[in-house]
């Protein structure tokens, strides 16, 4: 994946902004978009940091965000974030992991973490994934009944149930793959991955006090192709573990099925083998910069 598909997103207010926080002029910026190193390298300047965010102040996150804030597209707001998590963990040690509802315990994976982040396409894709979810999807579609009567409208299976699907709710999402053409299923598959790591990593308080009931986890699991040998254990999972779990088999349903692969799928493929790291690096940005203050009301929360 292209460094330079940052440019794919940037606005011209997104580029103003940049440049006017480094002290640049306008027309600075016009040869921007051909040059993936000064955009990352803007992305990382503590200078955008604080126009987009507003001053650091301390441990537990930044202050109000900078007036330069709605002037920000989401894509660049994430995109810095995403940067600026790459400049904490090389000051610290130890993040915190939550253990249980609102607890937390130190785990010594910083440098995991640091070495995730040292790739400059998992860096795009997670501004990618965080962006892509100021917008949720959802909509209806049309499942055969099982006990319709034949001819009934729906085929020879009998009558149409409506079902409802959102990008926000994986147990619906899943129910796409039952239904969509063989040609859809990749898309579908990588989506649902896509929305574990968002709610693992995004909001794994609200994930932990809603978790799936055991039919749903059941329907999950079914949708995920998970051997029925290994599904046992898998139903009694703390939800951030089955979401971890879930995740990455999903990604990995992408890749298997996708026609052709991509260099964007190859990046699919890395985030599948180090899921708990993505998800680890979202649950700092979360915490310190993304619930609560910054971007905060771009990103829908499950449930509303």
Do not use: C
């Not at 963990?89 to 785990?107: I, K, N, T, W």
């Not at 969509?180 to 693992?200: C, N, T, W």
């Not at 909001?203 to 059941?218: C, E, I, K, L, T």
């Amino acid at each position: 994946m292209e460094v330079s598909a940052y440019a794919d997103y940037l606005t011209q207010a997104d580029l103003r902004l940049l440049a006017r926080a480094v002290g640049l002029s306008d027309d600075s910026m016009s040869g921007l978009a051909d040059d993936a190193a000064a955009i990352e390298a803007l992305l990382a300047d503590s200078r955008v940091f604080e126009a987009v965010f507003g001053p650091p102040s301390g441990p537990s996150g930044p202050s109000a965000p900078g007036d330069a804030l709605v002037f920000a597209s989401p894509f660049l707001a994430f995109g810095v974030a995403v940067h600026r998590a790459v400049a904490d963990l090389a000051a610290m040690d130890y993040l915190p992991e939550r253990s249980g509802l609102r607890q937390r315990v130190p785990v010594f994976d910083t440098p995991e973490l640091r070495d995730f982040l040292g790739s400059a396409a998992r860096r795009l894709f997670l501004a990618e994934l965080l962006a892509s979810f100021t917008r949720v999807a959802s909509g209806r579609y049309r499942v055969p009944s099982r006990g319709g009567r034949p001819g009934a409208g729906a085929g020879p299976g009998g009558r149409a149930r409506t079902r409802r699907f959102s990008e926000l709710d994986p147990v619906k999402l899943a129910g796409l793959i039952e239904v969509a053409p063989e040609e859809s299923r990749p898309g579908i598959y990588r989506r649902l991955g896509d929305v574990s790591l968002f709610l693992a990593g995004v909001f794994p308080d609200y994930s932990a006090m809603h978790a799936f009931g055991p039919v749903d986890v059941s329907r999950l699991l079914r949708s995920a192709r998970v051997p029925v040998g290994e599904r046992e254990g898998l139903a009694v999972a703390p939800a951030l573990d089955l979401l971890e779990y879930l995740g990455a088999r999903w990604y990995r349903a992408a890749l298997a099925t996708a026609p052709v692969r991509t260099a964007r799928l190859d990046v699919v493929a890395e985030v599948a083998e180090r899921f708990r790291q993505a998800r680890r690096v979202l649950n700092h940005l979360a915490d310190r910069y993304l619930v609560g203050s910054g971007p905060a009301g771009w990103l829908p929360r499950p449930g509303t």
